[in-house]
């Protein structure tokens, strides 16, 4: 595991598990978030985070939380190991809301320079229809990579804070 995706929706966890993972591998880890929102929320052009994106994968050793579909794909290319937060969509939406109190007004460590945590409907509507609009897309994508004789990479699809605990007590032992 040297370069290594972690996708999966909002408050599933991604940006803790890519933290710990790069504490426990000493591997650099790279947030989407704070890479794609400049300060107060203004998003990048597609062509300057796609930019700042292939620099990070072009690296040695990476470990990159988000989902990002605009750059998923190349992402997936990139990776050797790729590991999908799979968590239920309740679960995510009061990880989010738990978040969002302890984090109101301030910025997360994981997110853009001055853009403070925030909710909004729209947010909670993406998290409530990941499931059926994102995650299909992502499963069909690992299918690829299972169906493949080629393209060896590590997938790992987890489903609970149990599974996580799981990958992360094996990544301490290796």
Same mark, same amino acid.
């Given at each position: 595991? =040297? !370069?290594?995706?972690i996708v999966g929706p909002s408050g599933a966890g991604k940006? &803790?598990?890519?933290?710990?993972? %790069?504490?426990?591998? *000493?591997?650099?880890?790279?947030?989407?978030?704070?890479? @794609?929102?400049? /300060? %107060?929320?203004? /998003?990048?052009? $597609?062509?300057?985070?796609? *930019?700042?994106?292939? =620099?990070?994968?072009?690296?040695? *050793?990476?470990?990159?939380?988000? &989902?990002?579909?605009?750059?998923?794909?190349?992402?997936?290319?990139?990776?050797? &190991?790729?590991i999908f937060l799979d968590l239920p969509r309740v679960t995510?939406? @009061?990880?989010?809301?738990?978040?969002? %109190?302890? @984090?109101?007004?301030?910025?997360?460590? #994981?997110?853009?320079?001055?853009?403070?945590? !925030?909710?909004?409907?729209?947010?909670?509507?993406?998290?409530?229809?990941?499931? !059926?609009?994102? $995650?299909?897309?992502?499963?069909? =994508?690992? *299918?690829? @990579?299972?169906?493949? #004789?080629?393209?060896? !990479?590590?997938?790992?699809?987890?489903?609970?804070?149990?599974?996580?605990?799981?990958?992360?007590?094996?990544?301490?032992? &290796?």
């Amino acid at each position: 595991m =040297k !370069k290594i995706a972690i996708v999966g929706p909002s408050g599933a966890g991604k940006s &803790t598990l890519a933290r710990e993972l %790069g504490d426990i591998l *000493q591997i650099p880890v790279y947030h989407l978030d704070s890479i @794609y929102w400049k /300060p %107060g929320w203004i /998003p990048s052009s $597609r062509d300057e985070f796609a *930019q700042i994106h292939h =620099k990070i994968i072009t690296k040695e *050793q990476w470990i990159i939380d988000g &989902t990002y579909i605009q750059t998923i794909e190349i992402r997936f290319m990139h990776a050797d &190991t790729i590991i999908f937060l799979d968590l239920p969509r309740v679960t995510c939406l @009061y990880r989010v809301l738990k978040r969002w %109190g302890r @984090y109101w007004q301030k910025n997360r460590p #994981d997110m853009g320079k001055d853009c403070p945590e !925030k909710l909004d409907f729209p947010f909670l509507k993406w998290i409530w229809n990941y499931p !059926k609009k994102i $995650r299909p897309k992502i499963l069909a =994508k690992l *299918q690829e @990579y299972a169906n493949s #004789d080629t393209d060896q !990479k590590q997938v790992f699809i987890l489903r609970s804070a149990n599974e996580i605990s799981h990958l992360l007590k094996n990544a301490r032992q &290796t």
